[in-house]
Protein backbone atom coordinates (compact mmCIF):
# COMPACT_ATOMS: atom_id res chain seq x y z
CA UNK A 1 0.00 0.00 0.00
CA UNK A 2 1.00 3.83 -0.07
CA UNK A 3 1.58 3.82 3.18
CA UNK A 4 3.29 1.08 3.95
CA UNK A 5 5.78 2.41 0.85
CA UNK A 6 5.58 5.65 2.87
CA UNK A 7 6.36 4.59 6.58
CA UNK A 8 9.29 2.10 4.98
CA UNK A 9 11.09 4.65 2.25
CA UNK A 10 9.80 8.26 2.44
CA UNK A 11 9.29 9.25 6.38
CA UNK A 12 12.02 11.54 7.50
CA UNK A 13 12.99 11.36 10.80
CA UNK A 14 11.73 14.65 11.68
CA UNK A 15 8.21 13.05 10.38
CA UNK A 16 8.00 14.68 7.73
CA UNK A 17 7.34 12.68 4.19
CA UNK A 18 9.07 13.38 0.97
CA UNK A 19 6.65 14.76 -1.98
CA UNK A 20 3.97 16.58 0.62
CA UNK A 21 4.18 19.70 -0.09
CA UNK A 22 0.93 20.77 1.53
CA UNK A 23 2.33 19.48 4.75
CA UNK A 24 -0.69 17.23 5.90
CA UNK A 25 1.09 14.11 6.55
CA UNK A 26 -0.85 12.34 3.47
CA UNK A 27 0.68 12.00 0.32
CA UNK A 28 -1.95 12.78 -2.48
CA UNK A 29 -2.63 14.40 -6.01
CA UNK A 30 -2.73 17.49 -4.55
CA UNK A 31 1.08 17.51 -3.47
CA UNK A 32 1.60 16.84 -7.18
CA UNK A 33 -0.87 19.80 -8.21
CA UNK A 34 1.34 21.71 -6.01
CA UNK A 35 4.86 20.98 -7.10
CA UNK A 36 3.60 21.52 -10.35
CA UNK A 37 2.34 24.98 -9.39
CA UNK A 38 5.35 26.01 -7.31
CA UNK A 39 7.80 25.15 -10.67
CA UNK A 40 5.65 27.69 -13.01
CA UNK A 41 5.82 29.50 -9.74
CA UNK A 42 2.40 30.20 -9.23
CA UNK A 43 2.64 29.41 -5.83
CA UNK A 44 5.14 27.50 -3.31
CA UNK A 45 3.40 24.68 -1.47
CA UNK A 46 3.33 24.49 2.62
CA UNK A 47 6.59 22.88 2.41
CA UNK A 48 8.75 23.36 -0.42
CA UNK A 49 11.54 21.14 1.18
CA UNK A 50 9.68 17.80 0.35
CA UNK A 51 9.01 18.83 -3.43
CA UNK A 52 11.82 16.40 -4.75
CA UNK A 53 9.62 13.73 -4.25
CA UNK A 54 12.00 11.19 -6.58
CA UNK A 55 15.29 12.30 -5.06
CA UNK A 56 16.85 13.46 -8.47
CA UNK A 57 18.38 16.93 -6.95
CA UNK A 58 15.80 18.55 -8.79
CA UNK A 59 12.03 19.49 -8.51
CA UNK A 60 10.24 18.98 -11.72
CA UNK A 61 7.41 17.14 -13.50
CA UNK A 62 8.93 13.93 -12.88
CA UNK A 63 8.46 14.28 -9.01
CA UNK A 64 4.79 15.44 -9.27
CA UNK A 65 4.62 12.43 -12.20
CA UNK A 66 6.27 10.12 -9.57
CA UNK A 67 3.79 10.89 -6.72
CA UNK A 68 0.39 10.13 -9.17
CA UNK A 69 2.47 6.69 -10.49
CA UNK A 70 2.65 5.53 -6.95
CA UNK A 71 -0.94 6.61 -6.02
CA UNK A 72 -2.29 4.72 -8.88
CA UNK A 73 -0.18 1.78 -8.12
CA UNK A 74 1.64 1.84 -11.56
Same mark, same amino acid.
Given at each position: ?? @?????????? =?? +?? &?? +???? %?????? !? @?? =?? /? &???? &? #??? !? =? +? /??????????? +??? %? $?????? #???? &? $?? #?
Amino acid at each position: SV @RDWLDNTHTL =SK +GY &IV +GDMS %NDGVLD !E @RD =SS /A &ILKS &I #ICA !E =S +G /ANPLMADFNGD +GTV %N $ALDASA #ILKL &I $AG #I
